[in-house]
């Protein structure tokens, strides 16, 4: 029988990301296809172009772009022996990135393969003759931008190509935004907002655009000394972030941490996220495993389901925290920094009851501890027990696990407790390993960024500091599962920054902040190149490579 490659998996239930678990490409004969319907085959084509979105978002590609190259993360080589890797980690904070970069590299490439998948979407989807295959086009058209978006953000580069027999036109700066632009125009009619969040939905577009509008003053002109805001970028900020917040289907989230729970997938606070819910077995959990410690045992099912010792927050930024609630403890002036769930002592828990710490964790852990069979210790009325936690798993049993604020690349600084550490994301109740089954929706744009948006641009752009005070208010005074934070009382762009950075840590938008906000050549712990080059990641050395036999089509951005 004649065969032919199709790359995609055809799924026949219409849920989730169209009711598929994980969208294999596979060689499938005529007869796997034939019978069909025209709605299976438009459900089969768009879904590779979401599916890769996982991959992008593991903690080893577009997180270590975006957070530890910045004031907000920090990977030391912990105790010599773990997350060394070549010295990748701190190269990266420290802005030393090469060509080579395997992060970089990797994130590259789930990037490309997502435009590749996209592209293969359009052009299939124009001659289905669904009713639904007008809306799966537009949402492939609507990832493509999105994929383009990220690779003008981290790479200073997109790739336009209608023809998958051509190849790609190469355009940056003000050629590459009009392009995004014209993209996301042109399938915001269509789109509705009754798919999401793990789908492109008409709201995703308006944020978006709003997001690309309030950058783009970075992306035509990368290096210069200050960035020009043009005005009607920033009233179409506006405009676009008027939309999200006058809509009916989205809400500020009462309960901060609810946002990044595993059931975050209905929170009306999400507009578009990276799907993770389990029916989709390409779901993972490194968020919520890779800050932890590997003494941190989240789940009383698995015994193996524990921390990594990877990443902690930066000194520099916890004392931003610090000096805006003085002589307040943040944990108990902002609902954001820290949720216990978990009491800080000795003592007996229900299994049912047992759920780890969010957001910010300092100081001594306590938590499940193991017998010498491998198993919880329980206390003599069946309960777990809670107890002092110490660095058995990294041979120091006489090691508290004692999070300490200092955190750095010396001997001292890199020990396994060094560094406040991040629990943003709900540990997969799932995960038998902590590395899979991630549950919890992954944040890519959410409703109160549209308050924050807006907030910046009335002060870049119309000069309205009432209007962008009382907007962070509202995000700030939104939080009343507990006592919110209290209002700010004035507002300019530096308080803005740190506003978005109480609000939006570890969310991997950190990057694009400091560029936008001019604080990337700063000095922080362990940093202090000041190469405005940076700002941009290099090209993976592979790709200017495979471009070689055409003279000049991908250059290496300069400083690599």
């Known amino acids: 029988m004649k065969k032919r490659s199709i790359k995609y998996f055809i799924c026949f239930i219409s849920l989730a990301v169209f009711g598929c678990t994980k969208l294999n490409e596979q060689v499938l004969d005529e007869s796997s296809v034939s019978g069909l319907t025209d709605r299976q085959l438009a459900e ?80 299939s989807l124009k001659t289905n003759k669904d009713a639904s295959a007008p809306l799966f086009l537009a949402e492939a058209r609507g990832i493509r931008a999105y994929y383009s978006l990220l690779t003008l953000d981290l ?49 995703a577009v308006w944020g978006l655009l709003a997001r690309l509008y309030l950058n783009a003053a970075v992306y035509r002109d990368r290096y210069a000394a200050s960035f020009t805001f043009r005005s009607d970028d920033m009233t179409k900020v506006i405009d676009y972030c008027n939309k999200i917040i006058s809509s009916t289907d989205y809400s500020l989230a009462p309960e901060y941490f609810s946002i990044f729970s595993n059931n975050n997938h209905t929170n ?9 819910r389990p029916d989709l077995i390409n779901s993972h959990n490194r968020m919520a495993y890779f800050s932890l410690s590997g003494d941190q045992f989240p789940l009383p099912a698995f015994t193996s389901a524990n921390g990594t010792d990877g990443p902690a927050i930066t000194p520099d930024f916890y004392e931003t925290w610090a000096a805006a609630y003085t002589p307040t403890d943040p ?35 306590y938590g499940l501890t193991k017998d ?32 300490t604020e200092q955190v750095d690349y010396s001997t001292a600084g890199s020990d396994y407790s060094t560094g406040y550490r991040v629990e943003k994301y709900e540990f997969s109740k799932s995960s038998n390993t902590g590395r899979n089954k991630g549950e919890a929706d992954i944040v890519i744009f959410r409703l109160a960024d549209a308050y924050l948006m807006r907030a910046e641009a009335k002060l870049r752009g119309t000069n309205d500091a009432t209007g962008a005070l009382a907007d962070v208010n509202i995000v700030r005074a939104a939080r009343t599962a507990t006592t919110p934070a ?17 609000e939006f840590y570890w969310e991997m938008l ?51």
């Open 510 to 560: 950190r990057r694009t902040d400091m560029i936008r906000f001019g604080k990337y050549e700063g000095t922080w712990t362990e940093k202090t190149n000041a190469d405005k080059t940076k700002r941009l990641f290099p090209i993976p050395q592979t790709a200017v490579d495979a471009a070689s036999n055409l003279p000049g089509y991908l250059p290496q951005n300069d400083g690599y």
């Open 44 to 123: 089969g084509i768009i879904a590779p172009a979401y599916n890769v979105l996982p991959d992008i978002f593991l903690h080893t590609r577009y997180f270590t772009l975006q957070e530890i190259s910045t004031d907000e993360a920090i990977l030391p080589f912990r105790g010599g022996t773990d997350w060394g890797d070549n010295g990748i980690y701190l190269s990266m904070h420290r802005h030393e990135t090469v060509s080579t970069d395997p992060n970089v590299q990797n994130t590259w490439t789930s990037i490309v393969t997502g435009l590749s998948r996209s592209l293969t979407a359009i052009t």
């Open 268 to 276: 009306k606070e999400l507009i578009f996220a990276v799907d993770q």
């Open 155 to 203: 790479f200073g580069v997109v790739f336009i190509k209608e023809d998958p027999n051509a190849t790609s036109k190469v355009v940056k700066g003000d050629e590459a935004v009009k392009y995004i632009e014209s993209e996301l125009l042109a399938v915001e009619p269509v789109l509705d907002n009754t798919t999401g969040p793990g789908r492109i939905t008409k709201a």
């Open 486 to 502: 209290a209002p700010l009382t004035s507002l300019d762009l530096d308080l803005l920054f740190r506003e978005r950075g109480f």
């Open 372 to 403: 010498a069979n491998g198993a919880f210790i329980k206390c003599p009325d069946g309960k777990l027990q809670v107890s002092k936690l110490y660095n058995t798993t990294r041979s120091k049993p006489t090691l508290p696990v004692n999070f």
């Open 331 to 365: 944990a108990l002036a902002d609902p954001r920094f820290y949720k216990e769930n978990l009491p800080q002592a000795d003592g007996c828990v229900d299994a049912a009851n047992f759920n780890i710490n969010r957001g910010i964790l300092r100081g001594q852990q």
